[in-house]
């Protein structure tokens, strides 16, 4: 099951895709990390479907990512009299916190933060940006507003405050719930959302404790504001579209994906691109020309994996959706200008020794034509360091632990695979050689980097580079 590319591909999985012959068939058609998107479906139902993917590692002998992707707080209007109303451009509205039904003239709003955050002249946004207010007056428990944008407005749709700064944790009852859940079936990755600040990614790492991976979706424009600071808290950033889509202007949402995408290589740290991939393919056969290139864009900014939503959780084609994003990916990868663009933009290593080895790995790897660079690390954190170099072939990354071996399944260019702990040089030698053949990566003649941190199991040692050949 070797992929033949280095980005990774990460499918949502829903009532579409919720079968051992569904998940299974998303798996082969290419899928390396399996999104469970828990602002939907029971707590038995994500279950069932992690069991299915544990299932399939014994089956197919490699390790499979799985991402539990929290809600985080949602901030919704309340339900109307009539099950809807039609607000026009210019007439006046009221937001409050009086929970009786709403009319033409108000709505309840239940979130105290909201208000707490208004001044007048903010606007806030509703049904996915469909209908904008502008705050006229506000108080601690109401907000006049002006209607700017209109439209119908029905039951308990969301609301977002694109200009302001919300007192309230990415972590609901709910989240801690789910979480709680998660951690203890044995996610590799926790998605957080709502993430505004760097104290938001903070909380959650306390309460992880080191049981998951921490993915930090950038879904807030206020996130742009501490960019640095989230994305060295994070184990890996989420550029999500979607949410972001909303709360931005549209034109600025390709600069934002831009940054965060070279902030997070720079770092070292794992980024994916998410929301409206290949949107069609929930009801079509095939993308539209202008979706293939959304994600062959991901791809020339070497992203380390592409997400799938709507496509493969609800759609009709879901494994023809993962099918043709891999190869999408594939002819992106293979193109003239990919490697161009992969070169031009190689990181300079940090001045540490663990940097300094993993970028002359890359160095040596591509000067002898090796067939693959292998990493030995406990935590990953080697094998990391070698992904961020982006290099011209395969990374084999081992690992004694399973844990870290699935985590790895997002990092782009890895192929990663358990094997027993080393004690020796000379047995971690011996066991890149089998591995790398045993997994098709290398044959008689050819030759292998390898890097690995001594003393052996000690997390971020990585001191040592051996060339060594298959016999």
Known sequence: MRRQRNAKIIATLGPATSSRAAIE????AGADVFRLNFSHGAHEDHRERYETIR?????????VGILLDLQGPKLRVGSFENGKITLKIGQKFRLDMDPAKGNDLRAPLLHPEVFAALEPNTDLLMDDGKIRVRVLKCGKDFAETEVVAGGVLSNNKGVNVPDAVLDVSP???????DLRFGLQLGVDWVALSFVQRPSDVAEARKLIAGRAFVMSKLEKPQAMDHLEEIV????????????????CPPEEVPSHQKRISRVCREAGKPVIVATQMLESMVTAPTPTRAEASDVATAIYDGVDAVMLSAETAVGDYAPEAVAMMDRIIRHAEQDPHYEMVR???????EATAQDAISAAASQVAQTISAANIVTF??????TLRAARERPTVPILGLTPRLDTARRLALVWGVHSVQTDDCHSFREMVDTALRVACGEGFASAGDSLVITAGVPFGTPGATNILRIAWVE
């Open 25 to 28: 068939a998303l798996f082969e």
């Open 55 to 63: 299932s399939l590692e014994t089956t197919y002998g490699r390790p």
């Open 171 to 177: 972590l609901t009852e709910k989240d801690l719930a």
């Open 232 to 247: 060295e808290l994070s184990d890996a950033v989420m550029v999500a579209r979607g949410d972001l889509g909303v709360e």
């Open 343 to 349: 070169l031009s933009e190689r990181r300079i290593p």
């Open 377 to 382: 690390s406990s935590t990953g954190s080697t």
